[in-house]
C-alpha cells in the first residue's frame, strides 16, 4: 500500500514501521493498520494532513552541517575546479532528500566561498524533500544546539544571523544563503514529475535507504538521467549504487561520475 507514495520498504522496516505510526492511529481514533494507511492515502486524508503527518513518522530526518565531510573536501578540491575549468554556464545542484536543509546550506557556503576564489562562477541550489515538515524547516534555516556541531564559527559569523527568539540560543541562515536554495517538498519515487532541469552535481545522501532494491534501481537511473555528462552523483558513505547503472563510474567511496 505505501508503494503507492514510493515508499518501498523492506520486510525488515515493517516493525518499525508499525510502532512509528501507532500514534497516528491513536490520534486519528482509527483501529487497524490496513484502514490507517488506507485513509492517509486517500483524498481525505490529503485535505486533512494526514498523508504528511504518515510520511514524517515514516522517515528519518538525522541530518547535519558538513555531514561525511570528506566529500565536501572532493567537491571543494576536485569537483568545483574541474567545472570551472571546462564551462561557463551556471553550475546547478540538487541536494535530493535534503531534510531539514544543512545539507543544502553546507553546499551554497562552499559555493559561495568558491566564487571568491573564481571570477563570475554562477551557481543555483535546488533541495527537495517528501516531507512538507523539514522542507518548512529548511526554508525557515533557523539551527541551534546540537545541529550547529559541524559548523564553524567562522563560517557561523559570515553566513547566519542571530535568530531573536526567547532563549536567543539559535541563529538563522542570512540572504546570501537562503537567495540561493529552493527548496520544495517533493517525492524521488515521482522525479519525472519535477520541474527541475539538468544538474552538474547531485547530492541524494542517506536517503535511498528507504527503497527496496528495484526502487532504489529505478531511483538511481532517474538521478542519473537528471546529470549532465560528465557530472556527479554524491551517495551517503555507507552506501553503493554502481550495481544499478553502467553510465557511472566510481571516483571515491560513494562518489560516482557520469559517463554515458
Ligand atoms: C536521513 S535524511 C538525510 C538528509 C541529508 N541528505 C543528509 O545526508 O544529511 C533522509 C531524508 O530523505 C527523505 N526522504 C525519504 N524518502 C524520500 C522520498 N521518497 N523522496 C524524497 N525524500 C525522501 C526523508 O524525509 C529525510 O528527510
Not at 537511473?221 to 553502467?246: D, H, W
Request: charged share 25%; aromatic share 12%; glycine share 6%.
Amino acid at each position: 500500500m505505501l508503494s503507492k507514495l514510493g515508499v518501498k520498504l523492506a520486510p525488515i522496516k515493517i516493525v518499525m514501521v508499525n510502532s512509528r505510526l501507532i500514534k497516528r492511529l491513536k490520534a486519528s481514533g482509527i483501529h487497524n493498520f490496513p484502514d490507517y494507511i488506507n485513509y492517509a492515502l486517500s483524498s481525505e486524508g490529503i485535505r486533512t494532513g494526514e498523508q504528511q503527518c504518515m510520511i514524517d513518522e515514516l522517515t528519518t530526518h538525522k541530518t547535519e552541517f558538513f555531514r561525511e565531510n570528506e566529500q565536501f573536501e572532493f567537491f571543494k578540491n576536485e569537483v568545483l575546479p574541474e567545472f570551472a575549468q571546462n564551462n561557463r554556464s551556471t553550475f546547478k545542484i540538487w541536494s535530493a532528500g535534503c531534510s531539514t536543509g544543512e545539507e543544502a546550506y553546507t553546499i551554497t557556503m562552499l559555493l559561495n566561498e568558491f566564487k571568491f576564489s573564481k571570477n563570475g562562477f554562477l551557481y543555483n541550489v535546488e533541495a527537495t524533500d517528501v516531507s512538507k515538515a523539514v522542507v518548512e524547516k529548511a526554508i525557515a534555516g533557523i539551527y541551534g544546539g546540537n545541529n550547529l556541531l559541524g559548523l564553524d564559527d567562522k563560517l557561523k559569523k559570515k553566513y547566519f544571523i542571530p535568530f531573536k527568539d526567547d532563549k536567543n540560543d539559535k541563529i538563522q541562515a542570512g540572504n546570501t544563503l537562503k537567495e540561493k536554495i529552493k527548496f520544495t517538498v517533493g517525492n524521488l519515487a515521482n522525479i519525472n514529475n519535477y520541474p527541475l532541469s539538468m544538474f552538474d552535481v547531485i547530492f541524494c545522501r542517506n536517503t535511498l535507504i528507504y527503497f527496496d532494491d528495484n526502487a532504489k534501481r529505478e531511483v538511481v537511473n532517474n538521478l542519473i538521467r537528471k546529470i549532465k555528462l560528465g557530472g556527479y552523483l554524491f551517495v551517503g558513505l555507507s552506501e553503493t549504487v554502481s550495481q544499478y547503472s553502467k553510465d557511472i563510474k566510481q571516483m571515491r567511496p560513494s562518489v560516482y561520475k557520469k559517463i554515458g
